[in-house]
């Protein structure tokens, strides 16, 4: 079946492709990523999403420089996630919002896109925007 993905077939493909960037990018693979989708608003939470090098500074004490380490890799990362997802979605990017807790090796990233990605509904017919 061709045309518009629905709503949950964009949702696991984003959260395949983004599991698959983090283990390309940072050599570290998440456990498990969610990914729900609301209106322009996409909601990713990445479980076991910490580095292996941020685990040893963390075990070390040093946890004020295992934050500065995931604020630098996320800034770095962010320009091809950003162009990941606007390929992915075929919409523009407006805004990246992420936020690791280390303690917990969660990541959050919440994606504004600038309009609703096309979806088909259950029922076959696409979404008007």
Known sequence: M???PTRGQLERKISQEIQAFYRCYLGHQ????TCQIFSNKIALILENSITNAELILIDEGKNELAKKVRFNLDEAIQPKLKELIEEITAE?????????TLNTGRTGIIVVLSDMPEIRSLNGIPKIK
């Open 2 to 4: 061709g045309g518009l």
């Open 92 to 100: 523009k990017v407006a805004d990246i919002l992420s936020d690791a």
């Open 30 to 33: 998440p456990s498990k990523v």
